[in-house]
């Protein structure tokens, strides 16, 4: 645990906070937590909170489970515990009002549960709410060194399943979708990687047609484009890549020509940014390139989306985000196109934005054999 | 998909906002919208809300890339769409005004984001705020009859992987705790489960006695009591069960009657547990075993939980909750002892409650060899 970069961490936060005129951060299990403190959890049904005042020192509030893991693993100043059959609400009054906390203005985690926002509305009546990423998305958006470094690895390992894949793509045929999920899992840990960083796409054949399928029953055959988005963790940081792959035989009629299409529209966005381009600018290279091959009404999600402790986050890259790119910001760059009843095809990769262009972090072939 | 039976709910929870005097439910992706619909999706960043009035016909607005999906699987009558680059929050506050909810009370997913709080707040400035479960625990806490084979199921999974985990038990030692837990996800896909359904725990030795600790990289070793705490879904519903295995060699000094405490424990819970009986009432009597041997410091945790399509749900056996048990309600019985720095033991089924008493669904040897 690098103790001096999670303070370091806070203080710059409590800087932020300062400038935006915000009093407090509160943060439950989440990757805010994460990036702040080194700890993460899951969400659940206890009350764990960061706070993280304007002015003064940061304090923990956990479960009395937690305590021995906390401690351990973090190096907030302050860890206050309490116990099943205590009431957490309390304790956060309590907290926040040894804070100066209970008015003001704070800002909660933008995934925090409702049931705890609506505690924390009733432990400081008098505050008003904003969300943590007006003070945190600034911080995190900008990689450094080591987060670089945990990502690429993420990548690299994901490359490596695909290269897997490729090299026993006739095994695959005639399992399921989900089998194959549940095999690239397995691939995944073997690499390096810790879990899968999001549900494993499996889309065969017409399955691909559906962005968001994730796998299911259905056999894979000859012949079909398979959609397959996955990815890991390494240090916490995740891979987020896709490859539509034609395991074996020959892909249908018009197959190839939508391929190359997505691969051109993908190579077009990473080719054109570079510092300064505005994030939506982006997107729009992309879609101009499908839009000229008549598929433009197939390609029904934006371009592409940040990757840092979250698998999603900033920098979208959106129609009307006119956030301008910077040194240092990680994001996927992902087109699609999906013609239902038919198939889809979407390639992408991670893509860190140097000083003068883009670097792929992904680099495993984009072709469908 | 059983249309009649999503249909259904829906009306029961419209019936169930008048008697309570709530006006709307607003769910976004969770297990209250798989409940309510059959849909079920991990939540994301992009605005996807089903809008269940008191009077009135549900609907659903989610974004264009999940249509396909959305209308294959579930029975609301109106699915209304947004795309990448629209302003999501435009679409909630029409259709807010729509059905009559910009105003009055509205209830919102317990676990919802506070993004879209945030949002749902500035659609609906007139409203005043409540949480989902006021309407909803009293519905989802008793399971009928297709939950409750679903729950078994999931149950036989998991105690076939324990079965599985004894007759190889040679072969683990040796293995990282981590490398334990992914053999036992791929055991848990073979005997029929879909995925985990919790942060597999492998508590070897002293991890053992941190109640929160997943699995890491220390090796399991001859004479660890080792905490494995895993469960799958089948048909959307979880298991949950913990047993404490000594995988080879003989236990540390001490183990045997600590386990012992605890089986023993666990027992006079599961015995205790009938119609009638408040859930606080289970804990103090698997506190008292545990109490009376001497051990009381060292069970920090609530004795159980519901188990539903949430893990984690009511009725929680915690001090305190005087909730009555009912016949139909599932949850966990689960009592352990942890020893810093030596070991830890827990012991846990899930239990339905009979007309007379209660009945384990997970049913493999309790013991620690």
Excluded at 212 to 229: K, M, T, Y
Aim: hydrophobic share 40%; charged share 30%; with cysteine.
């Amino acid at each position: 645990m690098d103790a001096k970069m999670y303070s370091e961490r806070c203080d710059r936060t409590a800087d932020r906070l300062r400038e935006i005129g915000a009093d407090g951060l509160l943060c439950f299990p989440s990757r805010n937590l994460q990036y702040l403190t080194g700890f993460h959890e899951e969400p659940g049904e206890r009350h764990l909170f960061l706070v993280l005042p304007a002015e003064g020192d940061p304090a923990l509030l956990v479960p009395a489970l937690y305590e021995t893991q906390i401690r351990e693993g973090t190096t907030v100043p302050e860890v206050r515990t309490w116990e099943d059959g205590e009431d957490p609400v309390a304790a956060v009054r309590t907290l926040l009002a040894d804070r100066n906390l209970r008015e003001g203005h704070l800002l909660v985690d933008d995934r925090m549960w409702a049931r705890f926002t609506q505690d924390l509305r009733a432990a400081a009546p008098a505050a008003t709410w904003g969300l943590a990423s007006e003070a945190l998305v600034d911080l995190r958006i900008r990689k450094d060194g080591a987060e670089l470094a945990a990502l690429r690895e993420a990548a690299r390992v994901a490359d490596a399943v695909i290269d897997d894949l490729r090299e026993t793509a006739d095994e695959h045929v005639g399992k399921s979708e989900r089998a194959l999920a549940s095999w690239i899992a397995g691939r995944l840990e073997t690499h390096g990687g810790s879990g899968v960083s999001f549900e494993t796409v499996v889309g065969s054949g017409p399955n691909g047609a559906k962005p968001h399928h994730r796998s299911g029953d259905r056999e894979i055959r000859a012949g079909d484009p398979v959609v397959l988005d996955f990815g890991t963790r390494v240090d916490g940081y995740p891979s987020d890549q896709t490859r539509t792959l034609v395991l074996a035989g020959e892909p249908p009629e018009g197959y190839p020509t939508v391929h190359e299409v997505v691969r051109e529209a993908q190579a077009a966005a990473v080719d054109a940014i570079e510092p300064g381009i505005e994030a939506g600018a982006v997107d729009r290279v992309a879609r101009e390139v499908i839009e000229e091959a008549g598929y433009g009404d197939a390609f029904v999600h934006r371009t592409g989306h940040g990757v840092g402790l979250d698998v999603h986050e900033e920098p979208y890259l959106v129609a009307g985000n006119d956030r301008s790119l910077e040194p240092g910001m990680v994001c996927s760059v992902e087109p699609g196109i999906y013609l239902p009843g038919r198939f889809g095809c979407r390639i992408e990769d991670l893509i860190v934005v140097t000083e003068d262009g883009a670097e792929r972090l992904n680099r495993t072939d984009r072709g469908w054999r």
